[in-house]
């Protein structure tokens, strides 16, 4: 996937005809004329509407004639899904950075994303979230780093704040993969293990990023649930 390891320009549209496909050459839509919002949001928008199909599952992106500039002057864009974190830019600003805040707080600070490369980030984590055809493992350390590096390639994102520090995006030419610490009760105590989910469009052989790892692929939570401890859903 050229377009995710290097990003330009186009790389959200064409991610999205790679993932979805097209809405069978059906003209481009037409979106409302909006004031003050940078083109690359524009984009985003007219990209995402023209596969005919949804592009988010998760966190959401504010709908274009709902962007509004605060009183601060920023301009919220993207919102988590339990409304606990905002991301927003400064449409005036030349380098077009990405800050976020919670909801709890009025102070923004910076994600290291400017706004091009954050909604191609946010759109690759929305379509693996969505993706039907994936699955996850929970891997030893000394098992994952010569398997992602034997078959993917690290992709330049930097951890959103609803991500954990340590997440690491990579891609194949034709799978998605996201390696991040596994949910409580997922990896034996003392014992350094990532939680590995790949995903790919439908009609790929998903299963042959299975071989080697066999024994470590989730069908269910590998750790029974102890009444006294709370478990965290699988990610997937």
Not at 163 to 177: F, G, H, K, N, V
């Amino acid at each position: 996937m050229e377009e995710l390891l290097h990003p330009r320009s186009n790389s959200v549209r064409r991610f999205l005809r790679r993932w979805y496909g097209t809405s069978g050459g059906s003209p481009e839509p037409t979106l409302p004329k909006c004031e003050n919002v940078p083109p690359e949001l524009i984009e985003w928008h007219e990209a995402a509407t023209s596969t005919g199909v949804p592009v988010r599952f998760q966190d959401y992106p504010v709908k274009l004639t709902a962007l509004r500039r605060a009183a601060d002057g920023m301009l919220v864009f993207w919102v988590e899904n339990q409304q606990g974190y905002y991301w927003a830019v400064d449409p005036e600003s030349t380098d077009r950075q990405v800050f976020d805040r919670t909801n709890t707080s009025e102070k923004w600070r910076p994600t290291g994303e400017n706004l091009e490369r954050f909604l191609l980030h946010r759109t690759v984590h929305e379509a693996l979230v969505g993706a039907e055809n994936k699955f996850s493992a929970v891997i030893p350390t000394e098992v994952l780093e010569p398997y992602t590096s034997n078959q993917f390639a690290a992709l330049p994102f930097t951890p959103v704040v609803n991500e954990a520090p340590s997440t690491r995006w990579l891609c194949s030419a034709d799978a998605l993969t996201r390696v991040a610490p596994p949910p409580i009760g997922y990896a034996p105590p003392g014992q350094e293990r990532w939680m590995f989910t790949v995903a790919a469009a439908p009609g790929i052989d998903l299963m042959k990023y299975g071989i080697g790892i066999e024994p470590y692929i989730l069908a269910r939570p590998r750790f029974e649930e102890r009444a006294d401890e709370r478990f965290e859903p699988p990610p997937f």
